[in-house]
């Protein structure tokens, strides 16, 4: 058989990060690599008791299908939390969809908004599944570079004045999967005027912002512009296997995501966002699971940093990050390190390489590391191991 | 803002269902519209009682990400039922992904097969949720008549012949939604030659075969040929609202579809396949469900069809179906079914018009009825409102 869809993917990137998975079921593998929250952050205890709960309580509507853009005891509590969040109402109707993570809200919203040849901006590097969902539907990426201070909004201001005009501007604006940055409060305020300026769509990607670890948040890009879809999810503040994200945009665009959603998959589980709803609409309950759970990722962050400071000290840079899972580096004395990778992996440590997540896959001397499922006191072998691959890989290369 | 998905989706159409499920939430409306399952078919204790030993026992794996083709468990579960049912080995790698609901399974086949102009075969009258995931990808719908036996595979035989080359035939070969029909097995075993001879591939989707009122089951089509992906559901026999459906497939086919899912939503909810699969693979546990559900469908099937005969006589024509939830009618004395609902919606009575499940949605005088959630009992208050409701069209057409 032949299909233009195998045609048209034969270059597509596998992802690096499920292939390396693979790799690191081995025995003792320390792995950075991988994506995955902490286990031991997930409230089972509690979700135990609502499941319970619902499965007694709530009968078979709990279990029977529900609407297309959610149910309405999830799209209420969303309407209150994002009507404080973005300082004007979000309705219960109309203004937010429910997905199966917030995967699915990319793979709808390039659905909905990308013909094949349209522009759609992403930062450098950007988030592998943010790619993979798009390229499906054949835009051309224009890529606008990043720092630590998030996409270089300043950049895409000269090309919307030189006559670029995306589809939309596709960021993730707290600790950023992979860079860790965050984009500055001046940078929000200038992209939200850009789109209302320029009559462009923001996709606003926000699953890692409860994770924070320190300082008060920022406002969100769609807080000051209603030309932004705003995506987030229970994934990494909940739990990642029940598959419940949602996004929160304009009517418009809200309605075309409904209509392509009831095709893609007809709801969201019912079970599944009655369940988390059950949590998070528990008064004080989500303040609790975040005092919780940030110390867990905020105490590995620092020990892989300082681990890899003490271990690598001018041969390796990064800026630590203030929240999420990742942190981006650079390694001074490389400039594959999809080589070191493979050393990498002899000696029990993983980790994915910085091409991943670039558009041209072109090699390059940085590299993510993800300090999530690695207890803090193993942080130490981990960039032990490291070193060692580290100067092989050198000695190889000099 | 204008997009070609809104351009293009101008005259989708809207779910006529999904618009009907509003106006029956009406007090003491009996809808025989909807397509949900039986409430009182769903086994709520099970489900709580492997809910909780899943979230105790398992841990953090339950509510982890998981593998995107689906957890090992209900592969595994998976591969030996279809190794029997089709009588050659499904491998648990390679031919199994399983997708959020079947419905899921229809926009990834869509989405890897089907470019813009493409030619799909359907039936006619056909599935309406199948028309509304295939039609995003633009497709040529070329249609198959279907009478009680199912498609006229000889009329599909006679357009190869032709020259017609479809990217996939979809059939609903067994309690087909909305006729009821069931595929023969001189149809099933014809339609798997040609798809042989004519390199075609059959997509056979099968959520209502284990719904049998009585007789053996027939063969699926991909039992005679593997050039078919089969897909099917936990939606009727165990509950909806987990979402969790498969299919079963070529490994080429089957390797573009995880792409093009790992790129939608990264995998199915993982706490939904173990909670199902802990149910269904529990040995004996799927047929005392079936012995369970199965008169309940049959019940209320029999009390419909009995009370449209006595109630309506000749003035209605349909056949009996032997599972499922549907009974497909035609009104000797109407043309247009449409003006016929809001006449019984009037007297607290809904159905679905024909014309919802055919391409070109003309008005024609076929109606579905679907007797999943209306009592036994309850089937004659219905049936009298219907007539109140034919009386009156006929009287306002003659």
């Not at 045609?7 to 990060?17: E, K, N, P, V």
């Not at 006559?163 to 999967?177: E, S, T």
């Not at 209302?196 to 923001?202: A, G, K, S, T, Y």
């Not at 004395?333 to 994915?352: K, Q």
Request: one cysteine or more; aromatic letters at 8%; charged letters at 25%.
């Amino acid at each position: 058989m032949s299909y233009t869809f195998a045609r048209r993917t034969d270059g597509l990137r596998s992802s690096a990060i499920r292939d390396l998975l693979k790799l690191t079921e081995v025995d003792d593998m320390l792995s950075l690599a991988g994506g995955l929250p902490a286990p031991d952050s997930f409230p089972l205890l509690d979700l135990r008791r609502a499941a319970d709960r619902l499965l007694g309580e709530h009968g078979p509507r709990a279990v029977q299908y529900s609407a297309t853009d959610g149910v309405v005891e999830l799209r209420g509590w969303l309407a209150g939390e994002y009507s404080a969040a973005l300082g004007r109402e979000i309705a219960v109707e109309g203004q937010i969809v429910v997905t199966h993570g917030s995967q699915q809200a990319l793979d709808l919203l390039a659905k909905v908004l990308v013909d094949p040849g349209d522009v759609v901006v992403t930062e450098s590097p950007a988030y592998l599944g943010a790619v993979q969902a798009i390229e499906l539907f054949q835009p051309r990426f224009e890529v606008v570079p990043g720092d630590e201070h998030g996409m270089r909004v300043d950049v895409l201001a000269d090309r919307l004045a030189a006559g670029l005009r995306p589809r939309f501007v596709y960021v993730v604006p707290n600790f950023h999967n992979p860079s860790g940055a965050t984009m500055s409060l001046d940078r929000r305020r200038l992209l939200a005027e850009l789109a209302d300026r320029f009559e462009v769509l923001i996709v606003e990607d926000d699953p890692y912002g409860a994770i924070r670890f320190s300082d008060d948040p920022l406002p969100p890009v769609a807080s000051f512009t209603e030309r932004a879809v705003h995506l987030s999810t229970f994934s990494k503040i909940v739990a990642p296997g029940f598959r419940v994200g949602w996004m929160i945009g304009p009517p418009e665009v809200m309605g075309w995501v409904a209509r392509a959603k009831q095709a893609a998959d007809l709801h969201t589980s019912t079970f599944a966002q009655l369940v988390l709803t059950d949590l998070v609409a528990t008064p004080g309950w989500l303040d609790e699971q975040r005092a919780r759970i940030v110390p867990i990722y905020r105490d590995r962050c620092v020990a892989l940093a300082d681990a890899l400071d003490a271990g690598l000290g001018e041969r390796i840079s990064f800026h630590r990050p203030n929240g999420g899972m990742f942190l981006w580096t650079e390694f001074a004395e490389l400039d594959d390190t999809t080589r070191l990778l493979s050393l990498a992996l002899d000696r029990g440590v993983a980790f994915v390489p910085g091409n991943a997540f670039t558009i041209d896959q072109e090699p390059d001397p940085h590299a993510r590391f993800s300090y999530a499922t690695v207890p803090a006191e193993r942080m130490g072998d981990a960039v032990e191991r490291l070193v060692g691959a580290v100067d092989r890989a050198v000695r190889a290369t000099g």
